[in-house]
């Protein structure tokens, strides 16, 4: 269907035209970018709201429906000449109820983890000209969205004769596109080499390399990143990195916004100690310089952690495609060569 | 098994910052659509990201759009509760707020662009609600019918049914708004030669 403002007059009917006259003199609302600062001005400063209000009506709506429940509910009392109420209940005939089973918690270990950790040292560079160095079984192995792929290739690479090419354009959904192993279970490395062929922005970032897990402490099953690095975009237009602390809940932008090289292979390196309380560690380096270090922190949350590396979009309005290379990946409790 | 696409996501990693430098616009553009042209946009932006702002991190990620759009949508409909109640007690209308854009035509040219909003608003205003804002996405703000099914979560042939009546209803609205003109003006011809 075309818009009635892009209908030819040719071809539109007069009452088509008339229509379109209309409709042309009304735009689409382009706000000011001074209406842009004033309202993330305001919200920025607007404090969040306590939660007691809303506490204290919900619980007096539960009271209150409690209330009406009990009103609706009661029984009359029986007049004298009424037969006991408690013997015409015992007349009636038992109805059988099925036995209902009860909600538990999945084991944290079933839903997902069928390969609960790695053993190290272990590497891949995609030489078998495949991807399988990357066993899948539905949580680990790959994972690619409509609109993404994953390709072994003969060039770029950095050794061998094969790499992987990784492709994604995003659309009106968040697309992924990554490899995925499970981690250590411990402490360990986690390392690959990527090829960025050009800058990728989206309006949002792409997220690259990440620890994350797929249950919860109560043993759900639930996607959640604990650390995720991405590229976004230097105000200088050069390609930038952040990490996610999903188990802090905050994002990490190192002091100086160190630039991703584009055009050849630059290491990407991770260390992670894995612990449910604060003696974990999570340190990310780039060709060798440390780009961020969490230490004495929380760095697991939820069981079945895995590692991946590929291109992990959020949604986006703009189109953007990317393109990622990876060789080389390699896991090791000690620092690999 | 199951398959990790069947896990719920996780948006955790969205920047508020980000969000909302990406989707600003188009929340304004959503409220004109579902508010009409009388609403405060920067008021009710406001309000919009304030709630996505504190529900960012429970948000699970799958579609941004269309969770930004329901808020927007709830934000609109609280918004316009208030206003009607403060009408009943109040007995007055809220002054409309102010166009985020003004644009600069002359005066002639922006008594033209009045007229025909004002025309544009009156035929809106006798439709279904979910025809004037599938019509105003579309027709007005520019998005696509896919886009628009996305937002508002129903198949792409419901928005496609949707625009098709609203635009029989348009088409109509402007035949019945230029006759009932073209009809005053021979009154008032007639008045004037008497």
């Known amino acids: ?337 | 098994m199951m398959a990790v696409d069947a896990l719920p996501k996780s948006a955790h990693e969205l920047d508020f910052s980000d969000v909302y430098r990406e989707w600003f616009r188009h929340v304004c553009r959503w409220i004109r659509a579902l508010g009409g042209f009388g609403v405060d946009h920067e008021d009710l932006a406001q309000e919009v990201f304030l709630v996505v702002r504190r529900k960012l991190s429970a948000f699970d990620g799958r579609n941004i759009s269309g969770w930004l759009y329901r808020i927007t949508e709830l934000t609109v409909r609280g918004s316009r509760r208030r206003a009607w109640a403060k009408r009943m007690v109040l007995g007055r209308r809220e002054t409309a707020g102010g166009e985020l854009v003004a644009q600069d035509r002359g005066p002639a040219g922006e008594l033209q662009r009045k007229e025909a909003r004002r025309i544009l608003a009156e035929i809106l205003s006798s439709m279904s609600d979910e025809r004037r804002v599938a019509f105003m996405l579309f027709e007005i703000e520019g998005y696509s019918g896919e886009e628009i099914a996305s937002m508002q979560g129903v198949p792409t042939a419901t928005v496609w049914t949707r625009l098709h009546y609203a635009r029989k209803e348009f088409l109509a609205g402007t035949a019945e708004h230029d006759r009932r003109q073209q009809a005053e003006e021979q009154e008032q011809e007639k008045a004037g030669k008497a």
């Not at chain 1, 279970?185 to 309006?203: C, D, H, N, Q």
């Not at chain 1, 991703?260 to 310089?289: I, N, Q, S, Y």
Request: proline share 11%.
């Open chain 1, 1 to 337: 269907m075309k818009r009635l403002r892009d209908l030819p007059p040719e071809t539109a009917s007069p009452q088509e035209r008339r229509a379109a006259e209309i409709v042309r003199e009304v735009s689409p609302l382009e706000p000011t970018a001074a209406a842009f600062d004033r309202v993330l001005k305001s919200v920025n400063e607007t404090p969040a709201p306590p939660l007691w209000p809303k506490a204290v009506l919900t619980v007096a709506a539960l009271a209150g429906a409690v209330t009406v429940y009990q009103l609706a509910t009661r029984k009359t009392p029986p007049t004298p000449g009424d037969a006991p109420e408690r013997e015409m209940v015992e007349e009636r005939p038992a109805i059988p109820r099925p036995s209902i089973p009860r909600l538990v918690p999945a084991p944290p270990s079933s839903p997902v983890a069928a390969e609960p950790v790695l053993a190290p040292p272990w590497r891949s560079g995609f030489e078998t000209g495949d991807l399988s160095e990357w066993p899948t079984n539905g949580v680990i192995g790959q994972r690619c969205h409509k609109n993404g792929s994953l390709e072994v290739v003969a060039a770029p690479v950095r050794t061998g004769g094969r790499a992987l090419k990784i492709a994604v354009t995003t659309g009106p959904e968040r697309r992924d596109c990554v490899v995925i192993r499970p981690t250590l279970g411990r402490e360990g490395y986690y390392g690959a080499w990527l090829y960025f062929p050009r800058k990728i922005f989206g309006s949002l970032p792409w997220s690259f390399l990440r620890f994350r897990t797929v249950v919860d402490q109560e043993g759900t099953p639930k996607d959640r990143a604990l650390f995720s690095l991405s590229v976004r975009e230097r105000p200088d237009g050069e390609m930038t990195l952040s990490l996610y602390d999903g188990v802090g809940g905050k994002h990490v932008r190192p002091d100086v916004a160190p630039v991703v090289p584009v055009g050849r292979w630059v290491h990407f390196e991770a260390f992670l100690r894995e612990a449910t309380d604060k003696t974990g560690r999570v340190a990310f380096w780039m060709d060798g310089a440390k780009l961020f270090d969490l230490d004495g922190v929380t760095t697991v949350v939820g069981h079945s952690l895995l590692f991946q590396v590929g291109l992990i979009a959020v949604e986006s309005k703009t189109p953007a495609h990317a393109e990622l290379y990876v060789d080389d990946a390699a896991v090791g409790v000690t620092r690999p060569e």
